[in-house]
């Protein structure tokens, strides 16, 4: 399924890629990535190769651009989903899936603290590029200030949610258990 959703996505973003020069075009299809990262996670997974910031930023960006697709959906329903609600039903439904599966990464892996952290800078990076270089995906451009702030806002939510799922964190909740007190 992921394989598929990366291949429509980037055939989805193909034209807004090839608009942008070449250092930019990497910030384009953020939902594709992320999806992409999941596959890169599970092949290490399978092949017991260490994961490093691979699963925190698979975890992170998996949240933050499936909600962030169905926010946007949301916001721009004639835009979007009175256009063909079938098709993009079937999208919102592959969107939701990216954020469920992101909890399947903490199945096999705990994130140092520093991972997060970096996947914080990674998409923080990818805000400013698309809020203020124009490599957001192209919507209608009204709700925008409401838009990006959203983006800037879940990006430290999704970020902290992923902190619930390191190292330290279990270190500290196994401690509160052994003494409440």
């Given at each position: ?15 807004q890629m ?11 299809p ?30 992170t960006?998996?949240i933050?651009y499936?909600?962030?697709?169905i ?18 039903l ?58 990006r ?33």
């Open positions: 399924m992921n394989i598929a959703g990366v291949i429509a996505g980037f055939d989805f973003y193909y034209p090839i608009s942008q020069p070449l250092w930019k075009m990497l910030f384009v953020d939902c594709p990535l992320a999806a992409l990262l999941f596959c890169i996670f599970l092949v290490f997974v399978l092949t017991k190769r260490r994961k490093g910031a691979l699963g925190a930023l698979a975890f960006s998996l933050k499936g909600f962030w697709t926010f946007i959906f949301s916001v721009y329903p004639a835009e979007y989903i009175y256009w063909d609600p079938p098709y993009y079937a999208v919102t439904a592959f969107h939701l899936l990216m954020m469920v599966e992101a909890y399947v990464i903490i199945h096999f892996q705990r994130f140092d603290t520093n991972d997060v952290l970096l996947s914080l800078a990674v998409l923080l990076a990818n805000d400013v590029m698309d809020y203020y270089f124009g490599t957001v995906p192209l919507f209608p451009i009204e709700h925008m200030e409401m838009v702030a959203v983006s800037f806002i879940s990006t430290f939510l999704v970020c902290a949610e992923a902190l619930r799922f390191t190292k330290d964190a279990e270190l500290l909740s196994a401690r509160s258990r052994q003494n409440p007190l």
